[in-house]
T-cell receptor, first 112, second 114 residues
């Protein structure tokens, strides 16, 4: 069983819709990351958070440490938001000291 | 400023050949990671370098895989006697020292073994 689970695996929505991607983890973490991967492979770090909530533009990330759960929200979604969104944890048992344990990603498609 | 640079961006080679992948981290980043992303799979950790410490090789899938980091900067990941299951995107990331510093990823090397 993967230590970081994401849902849904695939999500197709219409432009303008409010998007939520969920992440649950089973390990003790020091930080939870949300990454974005566009076709072609480049990965961008969107958020790193250890408590509460962070906002950047139309993106919002929240984490509930007690429930070991994080969500990524996209408001007023746009076709350019189409990408794979990956949840990752910096865990006390993860690979490489501060290395990341990854979820399998959520493939998001926003249709115009 | 310059990000993490990986080369080559694509590599196609025949089964059984050795390949070498290169990563130039962001200047000043002491930590360097190699990850692998196989088709349809999530990212998996391979190896981690931190400064001059011995690397954490716990993620390497077999003894055909090795990596070096010379002078605390550039790193090379070597795969010997490649197999078809080695086909994947190999990603490098670097970061500053500190548990909660973000990792910065390169664009990856797409490796295809024929």
């Amino acid at each position: 069983k993967n230590e970081v689970e994401q849902s849904p695996q695939n999500l197709t929505a219409q432009e303008g819709e409010f998007i939520t991607i969920n992440c649950s983890y089973s390990v003790g973490i020091s930080a939870l990351h949300w990454l974005q991967q566009h076709p072609g492979g480049g990965i961008v770090s969107l958020f790193m958070l250890s408590s509460g909530k962070k906002k950047h533009g139309r993106l919002i990330a929240t984490i509930n440490i007690q429930e070991k759960h994080s969500s990524l929200h996209i408001t007023a979604s746009h076709p350019r938001d189409s990408a794979v969104y990956i949840c990752a944890a910096t865990s006390y048992s993860g690979g490489g000291a501060d290395g990341l344990t990854f979820g399998k990603g959520t493939h998001l498609i926003i249709q115009p | 400023g310059a990000g993490v640079s990986q080369s080559p961006s694509n590599k196609v080679t025949e089964k059984g050949k050795d390949v070498e992948l290169r990563c130039d981290p962001i200047s000043g980043h002491t930590a360097l990671y190699w990850y692998r992303q196989s088709l349809g799979q999530g990212l998996e950790f391979l190896i981690y370098f931190q400064g001059n410490s011995a690397p954490d090789k716990s993620g390497l899938p077999s003894d055909r895989f090795s990596a070096e980091r010379t002078g605390g900067s550039v790193s090379t990941l070597t795969i010997q006697r490649t197999q078809q299951e080695d086909s994947a995107v190999y990603l490098c990331a670097s970061k500053l020292t500190g548990r909660n510093q973000p990792q910065h990823f390169g664009d990856g090397t797409r490796l295809s073994i024929l």
